[in-house]
């Protein structure tokens, strides 16, 4: 028998698809501590980081904010479902809490940007696939010229075109082709922390903003 919940919301687009889940405490995604290379990559550029902004789509319950804020990044945490921002301000201290609000990341008077950085996990797999080509265009809006779109992406060779979701797949090749207009790849590596609901396809990635990358559209 399916431990998987009965739910009535389909579209991973709307609203409603996430606020049951969280409701129902079904979050197979969510990773039950910090991350390790994302723990890393904070002590390894401390130096830089004290009132620079970071943007945190998808935040939910995540782990991460609290260590986010201690490194002295200004950082802005935002979800789409008010049921993924309460379970995330109820797991967060009250002086963090308030950094965790509604928003929706396609509206630009909600999230004007621009952002030093933006921390993606299970953000991007969440977006159904019809969503992707604005997903990439709408991360080079928000990150400044030299900044970093950075953290743990979905990804592997051969992925299926349709995939099911969510979390939804990307191919590995058009990963590149979505993000390459407007980022050069600096890094990436396999996560030690894919949880299962990944398949073991989850991968830490830097992209650094180009300079001169257009994003008129």
């Not at 950094?99 to 953000?123: H, K, M, N």
Request: negative net charge; glycine residues 6%; contains cysteine.
């Amino acid at each position: 028998m399916s431990d998987t919940p009965a739910f009535s919301a389909r579209n991973a687009a709307e609203p409603a698809f996430w606020n049951e889940r969280f409701s129902a405490g079904f979050t197979p995604w969510q990773l039950p501590a910090m991350p390790q290379r994302l723990a890393r990559w904070l002590s390894e550029r401390a130096s830089e980081l004290a009132g620079t902004k970071l943007l945190v789509p998808g935040a939910g319950a995540g782990p991460e904010l609290p260590e986010l804020v201690a490194s002295g990044l200004r950082v802005d945490a935002i979800d789409y479902a008010d049921a993924a921002v309460r379970a995330g301000q109820a797991r967060l201290a009250p002086a963090v809490a308030p950094l965790l609000r509604q928003a929706d990341f396609f509206d630009s008077a909600a999230v004007p940007g621009p952002y030093r950085f933006i921390y993606e996990r299970t953000f991007a797999c969440a977006l159904p696939p019809e969503q992707r080509a604005d997903w990439a265009w709408r991360v080079a809006q928000l990150v400044e010229p030299g900044g970093e779109l950075l953290g743990y992406f979905y990804a592997m060779a051969d992925a299926p075109e349709r995939p099911r979701g969510p979390p939804f797949v990307y191919d590995r090749a058009l990963l590149d082709a979505l993000l390459s207009p407007y980022f050069t790849l600096v890094e990436e590596e396999p996560s030690p922390d894919a949880l299962p609901v990944f398949g073991g396809h989850e991968r830490w990635m830097r992209w650094l903003r180009q300079p001169r990358a257009a994003i008129a559209r």
